[in-house]
């Protein structure tokens, strides 16, 4: 994510707004309470948007020591960002799931002041 942050603190998708250095996602402007886990899996899916994340990925990011538990925290992580997107496994906008792999950020993904676009047609690293 550090790459991330040092070229945009801030990515844009739909009426959403993740803003990394802040630790905060807004809503049209108002700011949304995400706990930690769930903002952290949105970070990395936002920083390979288009691409998969696997589940190996998110569970050495999210739980680096830990190797049998993790699997119900991200299925709960993954669960209260849809919850907060109002999105869902069955017609994702946002999180696209990829059974037994892992997940995919299918919206396109603005850098403000710019016109590149990344998500799954452009991949312009953000």
Do not use: C
Not at 26 to 51: H, I, S, T, Y
Not at 107 to 112: R, S, T
């Amino acid at each position: 994510m550090a790459a991330l942050q040092n070229h945009s603190r801030i990515a844009r998708f739909g009426v959403f707004e993740l803003d990394f250095r802040a630790g905060e996602v807004r809503k049209n402007g108002a700011k949304l309470r995400l706990q930690e886990q769930p903002f952290q899996v949105l970070a990395l899916l936002l920083e390979r948007a288009g691409d998969v994340v696997t589940r190996r990925t998110l569970r050495e990011r999210l739980w680096p020591d830990s190797h049998a538990a993790y699997g119900h925290g991200l299925n709960t992580a993954v669960n209260k960002l849809r919850d907060l997107l109002g999105d869902s496994a069955q017609s994702p906008r946002f999180v696209e799931t990829l059974p037994r792999r892992g997940y995919r950020f299918i919206a396109p993904v603005l850098k403000p002041g710019k016109n590149s676009e990344q998500g799954p047609q452009s991949r312009a690293p953000i």
